[in-house]
Nanobody, 125 residues
Framework: VQLQASGGGLVQAGGSLRLSCAAS????????MGWFRQAPGKEREFVAA????????YYADSVKGRFTISRDNAKNTVYLQMNSLKPEDTAVYYC???????????????????WGQGTQVTVSS
């Protein structure tokens, strides 16, 4: 399984970015997907996750109401729309996929087996 994240960049506080993660190597539409982030000196943390169908989504409290996760199974791609960005959103963002099918949507980093290379998001104040 290969995951390729893109869309990061430098943006001013209050701005928006949309991250994309293109997947290949297996049936994308069968698996939940997640976004995580890691700031310098901090542990990797959950941002958002989406079920295989897109019908269920989950968010960290810190991004709820500002970020939206979605997926296009025809394009094997998951997105993270980030609005009202804050300096504390600055981090490397990773998309991830679980290694096995499971009931429910995993939310913890150790429940994911495949990771993209990360894309840097920097929010200036």
């Amino acid at each position: 399984v290969q995951l390729q994240a893109s869309g990061g960049g430098l943006v001013q506080a209050g701005g928006s970015l949309r991250l994309s993660c293109a997947a290949s190597g297996r049936t994308f539409s069968s698996y939940a997907m997640g976004w995580f982030r890691q700031a310098p000196g901090k542990e990797r943390e959950f941002v958002a996750a989406i079920s295989w169908s897109g019908g269920s989504t989950y968010y960290a409290d810190s991004v709820k109401g500002r970020f939206t996760i979605s997926r296009d199974n025809a394009k094997n791609t998951v997105y993270l729309q980030m609005n009202s960005l804050k300096p504390e959103d600055t981090a490397v963002y990773y998309c991830a996929a679980p290694g096995q099918l499971r009931v429910g949507v995993p939310l913890a980093p150790d429940e994911y087996d495949y990771w993209g290379q990360g894309t840097q998001v920097t929010v200036s104040s």
